[in-house]
C-alpha cells in the first residue's frame, strides 16, 4: 500500500472511530506513542485514551478538509497532515482543527500512531 | 540539544529567512526532501527552492503562534508543527497557515527538512 492509500485509510479509520468510539483510539497507540493536545503532552496508549475520551464533550463530528501525506523517511513510516472542522453537539460554530499522524509500520503490517500533534485554528 | 530547543531555532530561523532572503531556504532541504505546499508535492533542494521563490509575492511576514515538537524515533529526527499567520505587502488581512517540518540530523551536527507539509487555513 503507498502512502496515499495509507494515509487516506487511516484518516478515515481515525476520526470515525473518534466520532462513534472514542475508546477504541487507544488501541492506535503504543507505549512510546505521543500525544501534543493543545500544547499538552501525553504518552503512551492508557494516558492518550483516557486524554482522549475525557475531552469535555460527548458528541462530535470531524469534517476533514484536506489530507496531505509524505514517506517519513527509509523505515516505511507515513507522515498525515490534515486540516478541517469539528462540529460539538449542542455548539452552534464549527472549530477549525490542524493534526498531524507519524504512522509507523508494525511487524503485523498494520500502522500505529508514534507521533500526533492536534491544535485549533483560532479564528 | 533537546527537541524543544531544535524546534524553537529552528522555527526562529525558518522564517526569519523565508522573510528576509527567501533564496536561503534551498539550503535547508537535501536531494530526498519533500514539500508538499497546498497539495502540491515537490521534491529536492533546487525545485523546492524554485517554488519558494516564485511564489507570486515579494514581501511577507510570519507571525508565529505556536510551536509544537515531539522526536520521531530512535534516529534523533525531530517533528515541528507550526500555526501562524502571513501577512502579504500590500494585503490587508493576514492568511493563517499550519506547517509541518520533519528535521533530520546531519552528520555536521545540523539538520535538514526531509519533509515540509504547508497549508493556508480558510477561514
Given at each position: 500500500?503507498?502512502?496515499?492509500?495509507?494515509?487516506?485509510?487511516?484518516?478515515?479509520h481515525y476520526y470515525q472511530t473518534f466520532d462513534t468510539n472514542r475508546?477504541g483510539l487507544?488501541?492506535?497507540?503504543?507505549?512510546?506513542?505521543?500525544?501534543?493536545?493543545?500544547?499538552?503532552?501525553?504518552?503512551?496508549?492508557?494516558?492518550?485514551?483516557?486524554?482522549l475520551?475525557?475531552l469535555?464533550?460527548?458528541?462530535c463530528h470531524h469534517?476533514?478538509?484536506?489530507?496531505?501525506?509524505?514517506?517519513?523517511?527509509?523505515?516505511?513510516?507515513?507522515?498525515?497532515?490534515?486540516?478541517?472542522?469539528l462540529?460539538?453537539?449542542?455548539?452552534?460554530?464549527?472549530?477549525?482543527?490542524?493534526?498531524?499522524?507519524?504512522?509507523?509500520?508494525?511487524?503485523?503490517?498494520?500502522?500505529?500512531?508514534?507521533?500526533?500533534?492536534?491544535?485549533?485554528?483560532?479564528?
Amino acid at each position: 500500500m503507498d502512502a496515499d492509500s495509507v494515509a487516506k485509510a487511516f484518516v478515515a479509520h481515525y476520526y470515525q472511530t473518534f466520532d462513534t468510539n472514542r475508546a477504541g483510539l487507544a488501541n492506535l497507540y503504543q507505549e512510546n506513542s505521543m500525544l501534543s493536545f493543545e500544547g499538552e503532552k501525553i504518552q503512551g496508549p492508557q494516558a492518550i485514551g483516557a486524554k482522549l475520551t475525557g475531552l469535555p464533550f460527548q458528541q462530535c463530528h470531524h469534517n476533514v478538509s484536506t489530507v496531505d501525506c509524505q514517506p517519513s523517511g527509509p523505515a516505511g513510516g507515513v507522515l498525515v497532515f490534515v486540516s478541517g472542522s469539528l462540529q460539538l453537539a449542542g455548539e452552534q460554530h464549527q472549530l477549525k482543527f490542524s493534526q498531524m499522524f507519524h504512522l509507523i509500520p508494525t511487524p503485523q503490517g498494520s500502522f500505529y500512531v508514534l507521533n500526533d500533534i492536534f491544535r485549533l485554528n483560532y479564528a
